[in-house]
């Protein structure tokens, strides 16, 4: 019988098993001969290039697999996410971090609210956050004016932040106060004990950002931070009221803890942790590029919703980018995925992507509950490119894996600087970063084809590049607070486009909870004065390490 609900019974897909079967045992080398290939593979969107030209693809391919996306219902399911259908089934709810993009004076009504009253509202009170901050009129409680924010969070609640603010590091307003933006997130308290050290408590605002509010890992340094602050300035009330903003969807939790109500900033059980920089939690790149900034990163990713809404399948960029991925993932094996911008300040990009994708799409039960008969998420990596080429592209160009590669550069950069000469020079080595990321590419493609043989000699074998691994190039025109909205949107939709075929939720993390549930109970048995009894709630090897832990003394 023909089980709708997993697309490997539906007929693109057997199509796709077939075109795998010629096209996926062709070579890079060969495919890429044709002079129409970059055109009939690349598509343009508002100063974003998606080029498909070197994956392991013909235009025929991607016939099929758009006609897969067709037989999977893709129109219906963008249309689903977009108006606030409950499209996260397994907790009867929208996904609508879409909806934090909106522009003012946008209607989108939900279950009879227009949602973006609510949103815009929140939108005004952290510009009211932002701007007393940024005039220094937030005071610590020895009346000085704040230098230092600390972002306390983990997961959806550190990433996003941490990887725009690095991003845009460059976009800090003129003509304001300037504040250092700080995270922590490691439930060791290394990073914040490392942060502590230089920090001045009474210039030192802390943002505890928690959805839930009751993340141990958070919850674990905001006790600290707060400890840390009572010690060295004593007042608790007043340290709560002047030292801690709290950014979370529950303000019970947040009014328990103690945080003062007008330093609470709420956000919404349908925004799920990896999809919120977008909401409150962006308040430390608010803090980072200002309320303007702020909203230049939402009409990015606005701007690339609307394409994602508007553009038919064959033109839409995150339709295309996520095909040309289940190409790769589900007819030629290819199981491994790494992410490589050719820009310093996208340093923390391929963390953040792995989250999104890992979180959301690793999955392997269908949204009716019955086990996957196909390949989803890829294990997904990444590192900048010039500084991942010392360390492993050796297995990219040698290694015995297949790697689907996602190269990553702006065109423009460092057109700011006044100086001539250090405006030249910073260029020459923009030049230089493209050069290799554009060459890199080619030779993953081509392998020993891409060099010119001077001479007859063939080369020895621990010589030979294979090539044939497939990678896609994005190019954003310069990166801005608008491009890198634009960038985020492109990838949030890739991962929805994957789980609409794969017929998977990417909006749950089942698999996270029950870790967490048993590391408390752990913790207890570290905690335990009789050894014995401990272990023997455990699993032999668990024992063996916790006696370790409990009998180990430290060496002189
Ligand atoms: O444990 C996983 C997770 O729930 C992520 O989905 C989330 O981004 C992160 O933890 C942090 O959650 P919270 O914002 O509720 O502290």
């Known amino acids: 019988m023909l089980n709708m609900s997993r697309p490997s019974t539906l007929a693109s897909w057997y199509a796709l098993e077939q075109e795998a079967k010629q096209t996926g045992n062709r070579h890079l080398r060969d495919m890429s001969n044709n002079e129409q290939r970059f055109k009939e593979l690349s598509r343009h969107f508002d100063g974003l290039l998606l080029d498909l030209s070197k994956q392991r693809l013909e235009p025929l391919t991607l016939q099929l697999l758009l006609q897969l996306a067709e037989e999977c219902q893709l129109g219906t399911k963008i249309h689903d996410l977009l108006s606030g259908q409950p499209v996260n089934n397994s907790e009867n709810r929208p996904a609508l971090h879409t909806a934090l993009r909106l522009p003012a004076g946008e209607e989108l009504w939900v279950e009879g609210v227009d949602v973006n009253l609510s949103i815009q509202a929140s939108l005004e009170k952290m510009q009211q956050l932002v701007e ?104 608790e009330k007043l340290i709560l009221k002047q030292h801690f903003i709290g950014v979370s969807g529950s303000v019970e939790k947040m009014t328990q803890w103690g945080i003062a109500q007008e330093n609470q900033l709420l956000f919404w059980d349908w925004v799920g942790g990896r999809y919120s920089l977008w909401s409150a939690i962006g308040l430390p790149i608010a803090l980072q590029i200002g309320m303007q900034g702020f909203r230049q990163l939402l009409a990015g990713a606005h701007a690339l919703d609307k394409h994602f809404a508007t553009s038919p399948l064959t033109d839409n960029l995150p ?111 923009h030049r230089l970063s493209l050069a290799n990321c554009l060459a890199q590419s080619r030779l993953l493609m081509l392998g020993d084809a891409a060099v010119p043989k001077l001479d007859a000699d063939q080369p020895m074998p621990h010589m030979l590049y294979r090539g044939n691994q497939p990678s896609t190039t994005l190019m954003i025109n310069e990166l801005t607070p608008y491009s890198l909205g634009q960038l985020i949107a492109l990838y949030e939709h890739k991962v929805f486009v994957q789980a609409a075929i794969w017929n998977i939720n990417p909006f749950d993390q089942w698999g996270v909870e029950l870790g967490k549930k048993i590391a408390l109970a752990t913790e207890q048995a570290l905690l335990a004065e009789d050894q014995q009894a401990t272990s023997l709630a455990f699993d032999p090897s668990t024992s063996g390490l916790l006696n370790h832990c409990l009998t180990t003394t430290k060496q002189p």
């Not at 080429?389 to 996602?406: K, M, P, S």
């Not at 700011?416 to 260029?427: N, V």
């Open 319 to 429: 339709v295309l980018l996520a095909l040309s991925g289940i190409w790769n993932i589900n007819f030629l094996n290819i199981r491994a995925h790494a992410i490589l911008p050719y820009d310093g300040r996208l340093k923390y990009f391929p963390d953040y992507l792995t989250q999104l994708e890992m979180e959301s799409n690793g999955k392997s039960t269908t949204r009716e509950g019955e086990p996957v008969d196909y390949a989803t998420c890829p294990v997904l990596w990444g590192e900048l490119g010039p500084n991942a080429q010392h360390a492993f592209y050796q297995l990219l160009h040698q290694g015995t894996e297949a790697v689907n590669c996602d190269f990553i550069a702006p065109v423009h950069r460092y057109e700011e600087i006044e100086d001539p000469e250090t405006k030249r020079q910073f260029q020459d080595q």
């Open 132 to 235: 007393k901050i940024h005039a220094g009129q937030w005071r610590g409680i020895t009346g000085l004016p704040i230098t230092d924010v600390v972002n306390l969070g983990v997961g959806g609640s550190d990433l996003g932040p941490l990887m725009v603010c690095h991003a845009l590091a460059d976009f800090q307003p003129k003509n304001i106060t300037p504040v250092n933006i700080h995270f922590a997130s490691t439930i060791d308290g290394s990073q914040l004990a490392e942060r502590l050290k230089q920090l001045n408590p009474a210039t030192t605002l802390f943002i505890f950002s928690s959805k839930s509010f009751s993340t141990i890992d958070t919850l674990s340094n905001a006790n600290t931070a707060r400890h840390w602050l009572i010690d060295k300035l004593g007042d």
